[in-house]
């Protein structure tokens, strides 16, 4: 079974900036809407954002608009979430997951395999 990798968490201060990857090591994330998700202690999941395949659409939680930027590299089959004016709020473990029987679009996809999450952790 293919397995999604996060990586790109870490601690950082209020205002700064991480990227976060997500990849399938050996296989090729191009055909497939990407979702980014997190969790934080005690709180339920919330999608964060997802990109689609077809046409590249975006969407993003209200919560992260104007912040977070989803972005995909082919070449590299990996998918971006780039994180800035990062808040104490946004203190997570952070999934991307997929849906490989999906074709391709966010608005449809029913989101099945998961990655092992990457922790962000914002504090001064």
């Known amino acids: 079974q293919v397995q999604l990798v996060e990586s790109g968490g870490g601690l950082v201060q209020p205002g700064g900036s991480l990227r976060l990857s997500c990849a399938a090591p050996?296989?090729?994330?191009?055909?497939?809407?990407i979702g980014w998700f997190r969790q934080a202690p005690g709180k339920e999941r919330e999608r964060v954002s997802c990109i689609s395949s077809s046409d590249g659409n975006r969407d993003y939680a209200d919560s992260v608009k104007g912040r977070f930027t989803i972005s995909r590299d082919n070449a590299k089959s990996t998918v971006y979430l780039q994180m800035n004016k990062l808040k104490p709020e946004d203190t997570a473990v952070y999934y991307c997951?997929?849906?490989?029987?999906?074709?391709?679009?966010?608005?449809?996809?029913?989101?099945?395999?998961w990655g092992q999450g990457t922790q962000v952790t914002v504090s001064s």
């Open positions: 050996g296989f090729t994330l191009d055909y497939y809407a």
């Open positions: 997951a997929t849906d490989w029987a999906g074709s391709g679009s966010c608005q449809t996809a029913d989101f099945g395999s």
